[in-house]
């Protein structure tokens, strides 16, 4: 291995930080959240492994390796990786295109899935593409994560009530549901509706009852955290002693006892192209997904974490996954927040729930025989029901209609076309609002706030203007998406406009010009000149200056560029009544070639002649 | 017909605006104009049908009812529509990918092909989407048009030589060529040849030549226009006298003598589903081309064109040529100039062209029967040689490299992957730079000015600053895509600053703050507060303000908002020792619930409640 300095080395393998200063106190601590986490986690991944129409035995495995690989690659303390709804939700959704469920084909293009998204995973985190995670915006990932858990929920009716239901989108649910409803099997119903019940007074009322029977916060929470654990107990001794596994039951049945088995994800280049647009999809949600909760939780310790890195570290453990049997994982919220809750400290507590869980794959899964599938589904439909929140609606309603809009478009094409179509959609509507908003930029027109050097928007404020002088502060960057309604405005403005011979473009918010905007700025200095209208520009920034200069622009510019809106108002109010000159005038007050008093050169750190620094 | 205002009518149908008041001299312009386009138009619908890998009359077809469709509704005085370059290239791949070149199946994919466009456009015009064109940047179009260019003119080496060529792409091309250039027609190939060095000499020699030889301009700027017409009769008398069609020449053949037909496009939804996005790109291609045309053309005459109306005429003309035997089409930059040129006033030139067009193809087909196609492969080539302009690499080399980016990898997978992938590629590199480029905006710590109320770049100029308050100005709306960037920038910057009091976020360039970006905001001003440092904005813009104020993040705000930076500057450090109150502070000098006296309020016009109207 190439000698590395400790820092790089510190970068790359963020375990050397914690795992050089391990303690014994860290290690009981890690410990004791490794057992109560595990615990959750059985039946956990056994309802995801069948969320995603995987063999139960899949949810363990992909809860094994996976963690341990991102205890080595990943920034984030408390993280716990393995299979979760949505990312679950896309699997069945990517899979059932290209595969029968319950099928070896089908646990095999899993395998593919899973190297494939690892793959693209740590591909971006290589090439630092961390930032692809911003172009969904909170709105569009609230809605779709809402969207998601209501098509789970729906789809998990099947199993609670003993039908078959299949569908990716609630259309297909829908249709499923109601077609089947007449073969219910009421000793599933049973069990589905008694599991439900029993949950759902779990989740709010458990801890309150523990604690007004005496229980400390401590062990009532505990306790209350395991109620998925306590029905499945319950139901599979249920089913055990009454033998309802040979009357109608769906049980989850045979659970190999075995360590996570070494396998090859198929590589035929067909399978590969048919799995490579929802492996990109499911990579970029679980990513998003995942650095949420490992930054919530990470704010908790004021601790950060590395968005290029955690790419790396989620990239190993879905390569993991798919080496090892299991399907594509990423940081789960419930499991990790139950991480850090029971004292968690480093990710060694992953690496020992590992162990814990292949520990219960090799011992514990004869007892597995008898659970209920309608007991997980009735866990996976609580889980899921605290992901739907559709106040984000209301919210982005009231402040931004933009924001708006994303969401529910996201939210109507998830129900109403499955989740792939759906994330896609946010990207899209996201990015197309944004555009389209800043293809429309806010323009003032403004003028000058009597006694002061402050320029306002004539509608808003009391100011002085001059009818031989129009000032418009351009409220965006100019570039290709809003230079043609630039265009047009500024042209509309200037045309029935008698008197008019000076117009200031003020550029206080102009971040940046490109080259479709320069072509324009061009084009409209020769119409203005046509017009007998000189085109001046204020307050340039500096880096938007300096590009300015190296391009012919500012020797065509007919009028000139000035440092501050002020001195510019001053200068051509004064030269109102001259006309414009065929010839460029001299640049005022910019101090790129000129030489001016005033206040605003007294201060510079001599850097004037390369422009307006600002 | 339902009864509109005239000026409803006059928009939607603008021929009402010049129709009207068409006068004799009008006419005898718009007249003579279309002898001199309907002259050039005939050997070029040819070659460009041909280009398109459809029936020579499908060309004439697709010039007579689109340019009479696009006079009804479009808005340009003299824009041609008809067969482009580009559009008939995309056409080309486009069918090639659902059928062979020749076939009637070809033949009606094109009407297809073309219908779908034109209902696009026409849903686009009527959803008043103008803007989509906007996606597009100079310089990704000017790189498209010119690897198309290039494209054009390697495929053209194969009808000019002799040799069967087919592919999309260069490596296609380049394959073919090298493959059968053992398989020259020597005839044809002399024919090629020399039909080249005629229309290159025309191109550049003949104008001098003629007017050295006494000629006035506007008949030798007449005669060098018609190069290609004089090549045409030449080359058919040649190949006629010489009987060399039965000698390897490949001629264009039986043009049965006819008016366009009334075609049916097929319907077939498989059909639909694999020419929707090419139809799409040519769509928006299409219209990017012509109205660029349009706009130059019009801006000679202090006209202007109205884009939303601009689609519905292309695709009226789309419709129009998918109903009567042609293929896609649009505004052709060279049929236009020669018609501007030429005298035209109206849209009749149009109308006029289109008769004379239909009268060569009842009449003057017989003549055409000789007609080489490596002559019309070398007037395509030379017509294309003038859309390539590498220049446009070096110019956005020098001015911005996000520029040059997009129009490198345009060119480059225009090349390398055909049309479609390239002009997909240029979309997604403009829109996805630009969201990269605002995704990291810049950001500077500013100072105050000695001696005025500006604030500066600490790291350009020489100015005040102090250790307790340290004030950001953003040069970026907040919003999704730079959120996490300056979350991060933000805190890193008010870390390990022992004496930091107070941060002052400078939002005179932040025009927009949308909630993923609020959301961030609220963080943020808790982390400050748990490190006892508080978070204040200045300089808010109106509609921002307007916006936040709808929340209730003004409320937890630990710090207050201000009207001018200099104001937030002298409140806060005169405060510096106060340290940080747990309560929001009050409003300082924003006037949006406060009684504050200072130089900003003597002008308000009393909107001061609603916010910074700035």
């Not at 990786?81 to 990517?94: E, F, K, N, R």
């Not at 909170?138 to 789809?155: E, N, Q, W």
């Not at 968005?307 to 594509?328: R, T, V």
């Amino acid at each position: 291995m190439p000698h590395l300095p400790p820092s790089v080395l510190d970068r790359v393998l963020p375990i050397r930080s914690w795992a050089r200063v391990y303690s014994r106190q860290d290690l009981s601590r890690d410990g004791l959240a490794a057992v109560i986490v595990t615990v959750m986690l059985i039946p956990q991944s056994l309802a995801y492994a069948m969320l995603a129409g995987m063999p139960p035995e899949a949810g363990i495995y992909a809860s094994i390796l996976p963690i341990i690989a991102y205890a080595l690659f990943g920034s984030s303390r408390v993280l716990a990786v393995g299979p979760v709804a949505v990312v679950s939700l896309m699997t069945a959704a990517a899979l059932g295109e290209v595969a029968e469920a319950g099928t070896a084909t089908y646990a095999s293009a899993a395998l593919t899935l899973a190297a494939l998204s690892g793959a693209m995973l740590l591909a971006m985190g290589l090439m630092r593409m961390g930032f692809v995670a911003n172009f969904l915006s909170h709105p569009v990932i609230a809605g779709f994560i809402t969207a998601s858990g209501i098509l789970i929920a729906m789809g998990q009716l099947g199993p609670l009530l003993g039908i078959g239901v299949k569908g990716a989108s609630l259309p297909e649910l829908l249709d499923g549901i109601g077609g089947k409803i007449t073969g219910l099997s009421w000793r599933t119903t049973l069990i589905g509706g008694l599991s439900l019940a029993f949950l759902t007074w779990v989740r709010r009322h458990m801890k309150a009852t523990l604690r007004g029977a005496g229980a400390g916060p401590v062990l009532a929470d505990a306790l209350a955290k395991s109620g998925p654990v306590l029905a499945v107990v319950a139901s599979t001794l249920a089913v055990w002693a009454l033998e309802w596994q040979d009357a109608g039951v769906a049980v989850v049945g045979h659970v190999p006892a075995a360590l996570p088995p070494f396998t090859l994800p198929g590589f035929s280049l067909a399978l590969i192209r048919e799995l490579a647009l929802p492996a990109l999809l499911i990579s970029v949600v679980g990513f998003v997904e995942s650095v949420s909760v490992a930054q919530t939780l990470a704010a908790r310790k004021r601790q950060r974490i590395q968005p290029d890195q955690e790419l790396i570290g989620l990239g190993a453990a879905n390569l993991a996954a798919g080496f090892s049997g299991g399907f594509p994982v990423t940081g789960g919220f419930a499991r990790s927040v139950v991480n850090a809750d029971a004292g968690a400290v480093t990710p060694a507590a992953g690496i020992f729930t590992a162990l814990g869980l292949a520990f219960a794959g090799l011992v514990l899964t004869p007892l597995l025989h008898f659970l209920p599938k309608a007991t997980l589904a009735a866990t996976i439909i609580i889980a899921v029901l605290g992901l739907v929140d559709l106040s984000i609606l209301r919210r982005a309603f009231g402040y931004s209609r933009a924001d708006f809009t994303a969401v529910a478009g996201t939210i109507l094409v998830t129900l109403l076309f499955g989740v792939e179509a759906g994330i896609s959609a946010g990207v899209l509507l996201s990015i197309g609002l944004h555009l389209w908003r800043s293809s429309r930029p806010h323009v003032a027109e403004v003028g000058l706030v009597a006694g002061t050097e402050h320029f306002r928007n004539i509608l808003r404020h009391r100011v002085i203007t001059d009818p031989a002088v129009v000032t418009l502060r351009i409220d965006e960057s100019l570039y290709f998406a809003n230079t043609r309604y630039l265009e047009e405005l500024i042209l509309q403005r200037s045309a029935n406009a008698p008197g008019l011979r000076h117009v200031i473009l003020m550029c206080s918010a102009v971040n940046e010009i490109d080259m479709t905007a320069l072509d324009a700025l061009e084009a409209l200095n020769h119409h203005l000149r046509d017009r007998g209208i000189s085109l001046n520009l204020s307050e340039v920034k500096g880096p938007v200056m300096d590009r300015l200069q190296r391009t012919s622009f500012l020797d065509q510019l007919t009028g000139s560029v000035f440092l501050s809106q002020h001195e510019a108002f001053r200068v051509l109010t004064t030269r109102a009544g001259e006309g414009l000159d065929a010839r460029p005038g001299p640049r005022q007050s910019g101090g790129a070639r000129g030489a001016c008093d005033g206040p605003e050169f007294r201060s510079g750190r001599g850097l004037w002649p390369l422009g307006n620094g600002r």
